[in-house]
């Protein structure tokens, strides 16, 4: 089965609410799409939206790759070796995690859509459904409360609190929360690399009786060594994030021995077959996975989601990146019921154009 058609396009696409992060405050993204089609009719879709902070690439970076020669040359190729196709541009793209997840995304599609299953079912499904934490940026007690009740009255049931600005103004927003809502709320943080060691201990401190289940990155890339003067218990609830793009950072974290949780994001390794490499890795050294995202089409959520459901060890989602878009150009491919996400029962990613 060949592929007949490639086409890429992107769109600039606003957000319902804006949010802030230690980096910067996001009001839109923007989205680049990879679409294939084979002989038979049957399309597969992927889509990138890196962040250049992180990764390097940025959207406009992703389109031009994309708009090459090289991708455009997919075009006659069989579909069953999409496993080949996939190794090339990897190689090709290999400081353009963004390309390579839409292509990667977009060859896994059409090649499940076309086997008549589901892409999770291809790899081996470990999870029916699991709760996803929606994401509060960074804002004052009073906003924090306010649109934790929208989230609370929707059925969510798991925040993620961005933090790194001010430790003790954070430790207030996490106290506030649960004095408010109690146990109604698993609550997260993500430091965004905004914290010192210090700060970060002060932090730890300040939330010491909070429950607290887990905080992502809170030193930059590359200062993870000092985490090691955290007692173990703590250690266990940190979670790898702009240091884990790829394998070969998974195999230094773990030599490192610093964070208990991995959290994979396709935009920053590159594509479904590069995260379960990371996932394989990390369930030898008996870490849990936490699969994340950027403000992202439905399209590369539901392949992330694909990707963590298919990991025995996936213990955490945080795959709300296309709640707030307030557009897209597919349906389906999840459903989102009280906070907890399952795939729909149809081949490859399952989507909706």
Not at 59 to 84: H, M, N, W, Y
Not at 124 to 132: A, L, P, V
Not at 290 to 317: K, M, P, Q
């Amino acid at each position: 089965m060949q592929i007949r058609s490639v086409k890429v396009y992107k769109k600039d696409l606003p957000l319902t609410r804006p949010y802030t992060i230690t980096r910067e405050t996001y009001d839109r993204t923007e989205i680049v799409f990879l679409e294939l089609e084979l002989t038979n009719g049957i399309k597969g879709i992927g889509a990138a939206c890196p962040e250049f902070a992180v990764v390097g690439e940025s959207p406009a970076i992703t389109f031009k790759k994309l708009q090459g020669d090289d991708v455009a040359r997919l075009k006659g190729k069989d579909i069953r070796e999409f496993g080949s196709h996939i190794r090339f541009f990897n190689r090709l793209f290999s400081l353009c995690p963004g390309a390579r997840a839409a292509i990667d995304i977009a060859l896994h599609d059409a090649f499940t859509g076309w086997l008549g299953i589901p892409l999770v079912d291809f790899y081996g499904r470990r999870h029916q459904s699991m709760i996803t934490s929606v994401t509060i940026g960074i804002k004052n007690v009073a906003d924090t409360l306010t649109e934790a009740m929208e989230y609370y009255e929707k059925g969510f049931k798991a925040l993620k609190i961005k933090t790194g600005l001010h430790a003790e103004e954070d430790a207030e927003r996490i106290i506030r929360l649960r004095e408010k809502f109690n146990d109604r709320f698993e609550i997260r943080v993500d430091a965004n690399t905004g914290y010192n060691l210090q700060q970060l201990q002060l932090f730890l401190e300040l939330v010491k009786d909070q429950h607290v289940e887990l905080i992502e990155q809170p030193l930059l890339p590359g200062n993870d060594h000092e985490l090691k003067e955290l007692p173990p218990n703590v250690k266990a609830i940190l979670a790898a994030d702009e240091s884990l793009k790829d394998a070969g950072d998974a195999l230094r974290l773990i030599k490192e021995d610093v964070y208990g949780i991995f959290n994979i994001k396709l935009m920053k390794c590159g594509g479904i077959t590069e995260a379960l490499d990371i996932a394989g890795i990390a369930r030898y050294a008996g870490k849990k996975l936490f699969w994340g995202c950027n403000d992202e089409s439905r399209v590369s959520i539901t392949a992330a989601l694909h990707a963590a459901f298919a990991c025995e060890h996936t213990r955490y989602l945080d795959l709300d990146g296309s709640f707030d878009l307030a557009e897209d150009i597919v349906n389906g491919g999840f459903i989102l019921h009280n906070g907890y996400m399952q795939t729909v029962s149809r081949p490859g990613l399952g989507l909706e154009w």
